[in-house]
């Protein structure tokens, strides 16, 4: 099958944007119909060669997205055709097929993920698919593959957030703002955005953040204690992977405190220096990976909050943007425009 797709083939260059070729379904894969997608800070990450050199170039991208189900490879029992799922990078039930390749005129071999969204079809392994209602938001359906995944986990999986827990939020973008959320949902306070851009602190505010914090020129962790009180807050949790922000987190947070670095560090960026010995006292830092959600319990458990009116995006997604403009949606969000999700529509939205 043929259909277009964005194509990372060198790093911190834009993607292509060219039509692709799928070959016949393998055990486990599922092809699918991409209808909206997320971008994520893991992608700018990837596109910037944060993790180092890319030994899979030329490749597709994308990890967050709502979709319908087209066919089922061999094997497959989870999900049939003209089911709405949501694509998620976290392993979730059924099978792993084989990551998908592709060909393209230009490219006669691209690689692929377990999972990848940013094109108007692909080949997706059973395992990264969730089944969600045929009618179901499909904006959110997409923030469901990672950022409120993700969000939801690194408090309810890492931080083990509690009723009344103070908690500092370091990076209010996609994640940031879920986890803002999330956090006014479980209770906690009081609740500290930080984020270098005004916008996207004045959306954190109306996520639930009781005091933001720009970080430019100022000493953060005075401004916390600040607001926390000498102790300092129960939870952080660091959103940008850079190691001023991780050793500012793990300073501004209590003796017994929790610190959860969600953020992805670039390994030529310096890295963090910090004193140990809180650790000993059960001081906490740890990283997570994907909060631990589960997508087949945790995906569930989002619709029924959103369809209950309780989960709310309206702002959070920032603007929507075709498969054409992908590079400008990532622009958008590396230069900090986007104040929180940009979402790419592959196929017709009324309001794209
Ligand atoms: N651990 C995981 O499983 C997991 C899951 C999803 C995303 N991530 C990672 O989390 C990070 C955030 O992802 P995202 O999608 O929310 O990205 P994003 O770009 O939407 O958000 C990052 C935010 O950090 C802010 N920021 C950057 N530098 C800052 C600074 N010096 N001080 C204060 N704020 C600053 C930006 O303005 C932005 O609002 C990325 O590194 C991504 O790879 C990790
Ligand atoms: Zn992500």
Redesign the pocket.
Same mark, same amino acid.
């Given at each position: 099958m043929k259909f277009r797709a964005a194509i990372l083939t060198e790093l911190k260059q834009p993607l292509v944007i060219e039509e692709i070729e799928s070959g016949p379904l393998r055990f486990g894969q599922v092809l699918v119909k991409i209808h909206c997608s997320g971008i994520? /800070?893991?992608q700018?990450?990837e596109i910037e060669g944060a993790k180092g050199p890319d030994k899979f170039l030329p490749h597709l991208l994308g990890h967050e997205a709502t979709a319908t189900v087209q066919e089922v490879g061999e094997g497959v029992t989870s999900v049939k055709p003209g089911d709405r799922v949501v694509c998620h990078w976290r392993k979730g039930v059924g099978l792993q097929g084989p990551a998908a390749t592709y060909t393209s005129k230009r490219f006669p071999h691209i690689n692929s993920g377990w999972v990848t969204t940013f094109s108007e079809y692909s080949v997706v392994s059973e395992n990264r698919l969730t089944r969600i209602p045929p009618d179901f938001d499909a904006e959110a359906g997409a923030l469901f593959g990672?950022?409120a995944t993700?969000a939801m986990g690194v408090l309810n999986n890492n931080a083990k957030l509690g009723i009344g827990e103070s908690i500092v939020i $370091?990076?209010?973008?996609?994640? /940031?703002l879920n986890l803002v959320q999330f956090a006014a949902m479980a209770g906690a306070h009081p609740i500290i955005g930080?984020? $270098?851009?005004d916008h996207?602190l004045e959306l954190a505010r109306k996520f639930g953040a009781t005091h933001t914090i720009n970080?430019r020129g100022i000493n953060l962790v005075e401004e916390v204690r600040k607001i926390v009180g000498a102790a300092g807050a129960d939870v952080a949790i660091e959103?940008? /992977? $850079?190691a001023?922000?991780i050793e500012q987190a793990y300073e501004m947070t209590a003796a017994q405190g929790r610190v959860i670095l969600? @953020?992805?560090p670039a390994k030529s960026a310096r890295h963090p220096s910090i004193y140990t010995l809180p650790l000993h006292f059960q001081k906490v830092l740890t @990283?997570?990976?994907? /909060?631990g959600c589960r997508p087949e319990v945790d995906i569930p458990k989002l619709v029924r909050l959103h369809q209950a009116g309780r989960l709310k995006f309206d702002g959070l997604v920032s603007k929507r943007y075709r498969l054409d403009d992908i590079n400008e949606a990532i622009a958008d969000?590396k230069q900090?425009r986007a104040a929180g999700?940009c979402i790419v529509w592959m196929d017709e939205s009324p309001s794209a």
């Open positions: 994520c /800070g893991a700018i990450n990672c950022a993700t $370091l990076g209010t973008g996609g994640v /940031g930080v984020d $270098l851009h996207k970080s959103n940008t /992977g $850079l001023d922000l969600v @953020g992805v @990283g997570s990976e994907g /909060g969000l900090g999700r």
